[in-house]
């Protein structure tokens, strides 16, 4: 199962999370979705200027068609595995877990401008991504860029939410990354990605790369046996390249 524009677009790998997650999953519907949307534009503390704030796997897979990208630090929030995996990167059976932000702190990142005309269009693929469950709550923050403060929308955990994993301790953390997979794959792979692009973009987390560290040390195996070997910047110039020729 591929996470892609296309594949959010047609259907297809919503089909594939419901088909893994049960019939009886609370999904949102086409107009909750453009409701939302609609509210969430009308709130734009800046008319314009629509920015969107990525902690994880935006960074490096960020399926929606930008304008502008500059890595950035928002305050108020910080990156935490605290939401259920069943689907993606986790199953009923092998459960992981996912990124989301938690108050408090602060949080270093990627931050996209969206084309104002496009940014109803932009904003519905990324709602269709985050908002499918409804175990993200999505904010307006402001993201600090090395060209200044710019307004942002990012995605912190829904607290009422039956995916909502606080206070986990650490070893239990990386217990369930080492261990969690889906149709999308392992879920340390998830966490290897984001460690790595971070570090990529000059940007250290030492809360993850703890939790990497606790990960390859899980039942003494090593990050070559986790993990295949590829070439993720030449992955990620060739995605970069590829939103540049779609802008």
Same mark, same amino acid.
């Given at each position: 199962?591929?996470?892609?524009?296309?594949?959010?677009?047609?259907?297809?790998?919503?089909?594939?999370?419901?088909?893994?997650?049960?019939?009886?999953?609370?999904?949102?519907?086409?107009?909750?979705?453009?409701?939302?949307?609609?509210?969430?534009?009308?709130?734009?503390?800046?008319?314009?200027?629509?920015?969107?704030?990525?902690?994880?796997?935006?960074?490096?897979?960020?399926?929606?068609?930008?304008?502008?990208?500059?890595?950035?630090?928002?305050?108020?929030?910080?990156?935490?595995?605290?939401?259920?995996?069943?689907?993606?990167?986790?199953?009923?059976? $092998?459960?992981?877990?996912?990124? %989301? =932000? /938690?108050?408090?702190?602060?949080?270093? &990142?990627?931050?996209? *401008?969206? +084309?104002? #005309?496009?940014?109803?269009?932009?904003?519905?693929?990324?709602?269709?991504?985050?908002?499918?469950?409804?175990?993200?709550?999505?904010?307006?923050?402001?993201?600090?860029?090395?060209?200044?403060?710019?307004?942002?929308?990012?995605?912190?955990?829904?607290?009422?939410?039956?995916?909502?994993?606080?206070?986990?301790?650490?070893?239990?953390?990386?217990?369930?990354?080492?261990?969690?997979?889906?149709?999308?794959?392992?879920?340390?792979?998830?966490?290897?990605?984001?460690?790595?692009?971070?570090?990529?973009?000059?940007? $250290?987390?030492?809360?993850?790369? %703890? =939790? /990497?560290?606790?990960?390859?040390?899980? &039942?003494?195996?090593? *990050?070559? +046996?986790? #993990?295949?070997?590829?070439?993720?910047?030449?992955?990620?110039?060739?995605?970069?390249?590829?939103?540049?020729?779609?802008?």
């Amino acid at each position: 199962m591929k996470l892609t524009r296309e594949s959010l677009l047609d259907g297809t790998f919503h089909a594939a999370v419901r088909s893994s997650l049960g019939p009886g999953v609370r999904v949102v519907t086409h107009a909750e979705r453009a409701a939302q949307v609609e509210a969430f534009l009308a709130r734009a503390p800046r008319r314009g200027r629509i920015w969107v704030f990525g902690f994880g796997s935006l960074i490096w897979n960020p399926a929606f068609r930008f304008v502008e990208r500059r890595t950035a630090r928002i305050h108020g929030f910080h990156r935490r595995f605290c939401l259920w995996a069943r689907a993606g990167r986790g199953s009923p059976e $092998r459960p992981g877990l996912m990124l %989301s =932000l /938690e108050p408090g702190g602060s949080c270093a &990142g990627v931050a996209y *401008r969206l +084309a104002w #005309r496009a940014a109803p269009i932009e904003l519905d693929l990324i709602w269709r991504r985050e908002m499918f469950t409804m175990a993200y709550r999505p904010v307006w923050t402001t993201a600090y860029t090395s060209k200044g403060p710019e307004p942002a929308l990012a995605f912190s955990a829904n607290r009422q939410h039956e995916r909502y994993a606080p206070g986990l301790a650490e070893a239990e953390v990386a217990r369930l990354l080492a261990t969690g997979s889906g149709p999308m794959g392992r879920c340390c792979d998830y966490l290897f990605d984001t460690v790595e692009h971070l570090r990529q973009l000059g940007i $250290r987390d030492r809360r993850l790369e %703890s =939790l /990497e560290a606790r990960v390859m040390a899980h &039942g003494a195996l090593r *990050r070559a +046996a986790l #993990r295949p070997a590829r070439p993720p910047a030449r992955a990620a110039r060739a995605s970069s390249r590829g939103h540049r020729r779609s802008r």
